[in-house]
């Protein structure tokens, strides 16, 4: 992989003033991860030939490849499924939600990028 590769949510008024809101004030993306799960899911994730890279409301997240402990599927209590990448040292998490576009490839991507995890399929929610 040679080129960045970026996957985002189409463009939405409402996530843009969202994080000027949350570039403004100290403290807001710190507050948002503590009390909203959602604002932790990733909005736009990049893959580079040396790392993933997630901007969500909570922040901004950076991988190496070669840092990756975890990749892994799960399903939110809603019944969402998300992608988690994790790393320790120091500790980081990406989580992408499903409904992001190119998800799937994202996921398969990132799995064998990482060369750890196993992609399972979960049945969807009833």
Known sequence: MSDLQAYEYPHCPL??????????????????????????????????????RARSLAGIVRIGW??????????????????AVEAAGPSRRIEIAESLPGFDQLAQVVRERAGVGEIVELPRAV
């Open 15 to 52: 996530r843009w003033r969202a994080h000027a809101v949350a570039d403004r004030i100290p403290g807001m993306r710190r507050l948002a991860a503590a009390v909203w799960p959602a604002a932790r899911r990733a909005d736009r994730v990049e893959l580079d030939h040396d790392h993933l």
């Open 66 to 83: 070669e840092e990756i402990t975890t990749v892994r599927r799960s399903r939110t209590g809603f019944g969402r499924v998300t992608l």
